[in-house]
C-alpha cells in the first residue's frame, strides 16, 4: 500500500503502478498446475499452522502440490491471480 512512496523516497521519479489479472482455468498443463501450487503454498502455506486440525488436513488435500484430491486437478477449475508491477525512472 505504501510502495509508491517507498520508491519516490529512493528517489526515483515518475513512479507508477499497474496491476493485472490472470484468469487460470482448467484443464491446467503441468507447468501451470506447478505454478498455482506454488502460488497456493506461498499465499497460504504458512497460515495453515493456525487453522484447526480438521481444516489443515482440509487444506491439505485440496491444496498440496501432491495431493490426489487437489482442486487444481478438476477440469473445471477456475481461479485468478493478480500481478502487480511498480515502476519508476532515476531522476538525472
Given amino acids: 500500500m505504501r510502495a509508491l512512496s517507498w520508491l519516490r523516497r529512493t528517489g526515483l521519479?515518475?513512479?507508477r503502478a499497474a496491476t493485472a489479472v490472470?484468469?487460470?482455468q482448467g484443464p491446467l498443463t503441468p507447468r501451470r498446475r506447478r505454478a498455482m501450487a506454488a502460488v497456493f503454498d506461498m499465499?497460504?502455506?504458512a497460515?495453515?499452522?493456525r487453522l484447526a486440525p480438521e481444516d489443515q488436513d482440509l487444506f491439505r488435500r485440496l491444496c498440496a502440490g501432491d495431493?490426489?484430491?487437489n482442486v487444481l486437478d478438476d477440469p473445471s477449475y477456475y481461479g485468478y491471480v493478480t500481478y502487480t508491477a511498480?515502476?519508476?525512472?532515476r531522476a538525472r
Fill in 47 to 49: 497460515l495453515t499452522s
Fill in 43 to 45: 499465499l497460504w502455506g
Fill in 13 to 15: 521519479e515518475d513512479v
Fill in 86 to 89: 511498480f515502476h519508476g525512472r
Fill in 67 to 69: 495431493a490426489p484430491e
Fill in 22 to 24: 490472470a484468469d487460470v
